[in-house]
């Protein structure tokens, strides 16, 4: 498994459009949508028996949306489309979970990843460096 192919099959499971919920903010201000929490959610029950890649990547996905819908939203947005997806984002949510020391995540998966990162061409960084890689 590599990384892009997990992510690439985790974003079949959201909706190409996702509506900012005018109004539905939480006390801070920020804009949420109902819409992904609700595709969130069922993408992570469906998941559920997949690959740690696959779920890590439904993990990293939904937050480099989430991060998107705040940001658009502010903006005055009504609707964002998943193909704005910020995918740096998205790998960097993917590895700083990954890659923290305190992480559950088996030694081989870690390894696996890295290599893929190798091999794409990516600098290699050490457990627990992930927050650098922004």
């Given at each position: 498994m590599n990384y892009r192919k997990a992510v690439r099959e985790a974003l079949r499971f959201f909706p190409s459009e996702l509506?900012?919920?005018?109004?539905?903010h939480s006390p801070d201000g920020i804009a949420r949508s109902s819409n992904l929490a609700a595709a969130w959610e069922q993408t992570e029950v469906q998941t559920k028996n997949w690959s740690v890649w696959h779920q890590l990547a439904v993990?990293?996905?939904?937050?480099?949306?989430?991060?998107?819908?705040?940001?658009?939203?502010a903006k005055g947005f009504q609707f964002v489309l998943k193909e704005m997806?910020?995918?740096?984002?998205?790998?960097y949510k993917?590895?700083?979970?990954?890659?923290?020391?305190?992480?559950?995540?088996?030694?081989?998966?870690?390894?696996?990843?890295?290599r893929d990162r190798f091999f794409r061409g990516l600098p290699r960084f050490a457990?627990?460096?992930?927050?650098?890689e922004q």
């Open positions: 509506i900012v919920v005018e109004g539905v993990w990293a996905v939904g937050c480099a949306l989430q991060r998107l819908i705040r940001e658009e939203g997806l910020d995918y740096k984002y998205a790998e993917f590895a700083e979970s990954l890659l923290t020391p305190n992480s559950w995540f088996p030694r081989h998966i870690k390894r696996a990843y890295r457990e627990g460096r992930a927050k650098n």
